[in-house]
Antibody, heavy 120, light 107 residues
Framework: QVQLQESGPGLVTPSQTLSLTCAVS??????????WSWIRQQPGKGPEWIAY???????YYNPSLKSRVTISIDTTENHFSLKVTSVTAADAPLYYC????????????WGQGTTVTVAS | DIQMTQSPSSLSASVGGRVTITCRAS??????LCWYQQKPGKAPKRLIY???NLQSGVPSRFSGSGSGTEFTLTINSLQPEDFATYYC?????????FGQGTKVEIK
């Protein structure tokens, strides 16, 4: 059973870069041809899909965030990552990583989420 | 972007009751729709994929239906553990978009 676990700094200063990592356990990130995704959520709102990546390096970004985000994958470390530049309070607070269903039916496995506070 | 309009935004229901939640897409999305359940402090959990297919391990009191632009999640015989917030997700076109959520509360 694959499991995902996010990690991040917890606190980031406005205008700086937020870096998050999602560790994949229970299977190789490059086995099975899955896509891996980041999603974020603000309190009381629906989640917002950010991006996804394949172990081949193929990526797709939400156009609303594309200029500030970069998703990457490290198959040797079995994790994938997200960087968000020029952060503001609107980039808080909760980020999830998730796996895209093999057949493309949305997101089937999620991490527990990591909280981000943007403050000086 | 495809807008997913979910209704109602909240509802109260009794244990044993029946709940219906609707998602309307701003354009046709074929069968590219999932439903998720989220409890406080937890990640969303997929209940339904491809409109009407039940995720393995999810009780059969959950069901999904619909086509084109209108989709429904129904919960029959509501149980205490079903009180949560529910979201739809369209993955027909980029960017993938979620509904704003329906909070199901105990009456």
């Amino acid at each position: 059973q694959v499991q995902l676990q996010e990690s991040g700094p917890g606190l980031v200063t406005p205008s700086q870069t937020l870096s998050l990592t999602c560790a994949v356990s229970g299977d190789s990130i490059s086995a099975g041809g899955y896509y891996w995704s980041w999603i974020r959520q603000q309190p009381g709102k629906g989640p917002e899909w950010i991006a996804y990546i394949h172990d081949s390096g193929a990526t797709y970004y939400n156009p609303s965030l594309k200029s500030r985000v970069t998703i990457s994958i490290d198959t040797t470390e079995n994790h994938f990552s997200l960087k968000v530049t020029s952060v503001t309070a609107a980039d808080a607070p909760l980020y999830y990583c998730a796996r895209v269903d093999y057949y493309g039916y949305g997101l089937d496995v999620w991490g527990q989420g990591t909280t981000v506070t943007v403050a000086s | 972007d495809i807008q997913m309009t979910q209704s109602p935004s909240s509802l109260s229901a009794s244990v044993g009751g029946r709940v219906t939640i609707t998602c309307r897409a701003s354009q046709r999305i074929r069968n590219d729709l999932c439903w998720y359940q989220q409890k406080p402090g937890k990640a969303p959990k997929r209940l339904i994929y491809a409109v009407s297919n039940l995720q393995s391990g999810v009780p059969s009191r959950f069901s999904g239906s619909g086509s084109g632009t209108e989709f429904t999640l129904t919960i029959n015989s509501l149980q205490p553990e079903d009180f949560a917030t529910y979201y739809c997700l369209q993955h027909n076109d980029y960017p993938w978009t979620f509904g704003q959520g329906t909070k199901v509360e105990i009456k």
